[in-house]
């Protein structure tokens, strides 16, 4: 099992970056996907969640309405689009799963196990 993340750079306020999450050796058809980050001095924190096995999808308050998570089972990839970024949104952003959990209630209570190497995103002028 293994998850590569990509698409992280520098971005001014107000601009867009779209990551991607490339899986290998299970397909996207069952366990919830997540993306989360980590800004420096500060705790890794829930960015996104998708449920792969019926797109049900979960944001906490500060990615509502700015991040958009999906997937395109053909390339076994999810991505998450970002628009309207902040300074804030800075920091290492990660994919993560668990192949025994299928939703993302149980993502978020019992947090993933398998985890990809992360990619920087910077919002700064």
């Known amino acids: 099992v293994q998850l590569q993340a990509s698409g992280g750079g520098l971005v001014q306020p107000g601009g867009s970056l779209r990551l991607s999450c490339a899986v290998t050796?299970?397909?996207?058809?069952?366990?919830?996907i997540g993306w989360f980050r980590q800004a420096p001095g500060k705790e890794r924190e829930a960015v996104s969640c998708?449920?792969?096995?019926?797109?049900?999808?979960y944001y906490p308050d500060f990615a509502k309405d700015r991040f958009t998570i999906s997937s395109d089972k053909t390339k076994n990839t999810v991505y998450l689009q970002m628009n309207n970024l902040r300074p804030e949104d800075t920091g290492v952003y990660y994919c993560?799963?668990?192949?025994?959990?299928?939703?993302?209630?149980?993502?978020?209570?019992?947090?993933?196990?398998?985890w990809g190497q992360g990619t920087l995103v910077t919002v700064s002028s």
């Open positions: 998708l449920s792969t096995n019926n797109d049900i999808t």
């Open positions: 050796g299970f397909t996207l058809n069952r366990p919830a």
């Open positions: 993560a799963t668990h192949l025994g959990q299928a939703s993302c209630y149980a993502q978020r209570h019992r947090g993933p196990r398998e």
